[in-house]
């Protein structure tokens, strides 16, 4: 199985090239009229498009191979991914770290998402409206997936277990999977409490950056649909 710094990494390469190629054709059809847009314009559109691409990439590549591990199987790539957490330049690099990732991938997103409803070209075009809209949700759906693999690794990856799943002794990626959704969602009932101190402190930074996220959301959907009402 491939480690998360591979799969973060690829899907980053693919969804640029895609993202290159995509908005090369479109600006020599004449879609794209680089010169109203300007160079901002083309940036904003150029991340977008792209953060939206390596996200669907990400997140399906991410699913599409852990869910159908076994315990066992997931114990072995939640201690290769230990190991890798381990090493000196995948800190500095801050390649890894659930918190460290969506914080600063999304954050960035979100940034973009609400220039959008700044700039005057996009934000009388329906399509960047849209397009901004999905960046933000595609930034939620990158969150609960980035924290759900590093629940894997922290529950399976060591010497004792981090968290009790009421309704199993051995749970699959899609426990996971539900722990990070729930725990993401503002007022949603866990499916699992942490049983160590390490596993509080995990849980605890999920739900802070949770929340701030969800309110940067919510607030950069409610700044589309206004702004695409007054358009």
Same mark, same amino acid.
């Given at each position: ?34 010169? %109203? ?76 998402? %609400? ?117």
């Amino acid at each position: 199985m491939r480690s998360e710094i591979y799969r973060d990494y690829s899907s980053l390469g693919i969804a640029a090239v895609i993202t290159t190629a995509a908005l090369n054709w479109v600006i020599r059809t004449g879609r794209l009229d680089y010169e %109203v847009a300007g160079a901002i314009g083309f940036g904003l559109t150029y991340y977008l498009v792209l953060w939206v691409l390596y996200i669907g990439i990400y997140v399906w590549w991410t699913i599409r191979m852990l869910r159908p591990c076994t315990i066992e199987e997931l114990r072995a790539y939640a201690r290769r991914e230990s190991r890798l957490s381990e090493k000196r330049w995948v800190r500095w690099s801050g390649s890894k770290g659930a918190a460290t990732v969506s914080i600063t991938a999304a954050g960035a997103a979100l940034g973009m998402a %609400v220039m959008v409803a700044r700039v005057p070209w996009s934000r009388h075009d329906p399509i960047m409206l849209a397009l901004g809209t999905l960046a933000a949700a595609a930034s939620w759906a990158y969150l609960v997936v980035v924290y759900a693999a590093s629940y894997v690794e922290l529950d399976l990856g060591g010497d004792k277990r981090q968290f009790h799943f009421a309704h199993t002794d051995e749970p699959l990626f899609d426990d996971y999977l539900t722990l990070a959704t729930t725990t993401s969602t503002m007022g949603s009932a866990s499916p699992a409490v942490p049983i160590t101190r390490e596993g509080w402190n995990r849980f605890r930074a999920n739900k802070i950056v949770a929340f701030a996220f969800n309110t940067l959301v919510i607030a950069v959907v409610v700044a589309m649909v206004t702004t695409g009402l007054m358009a």
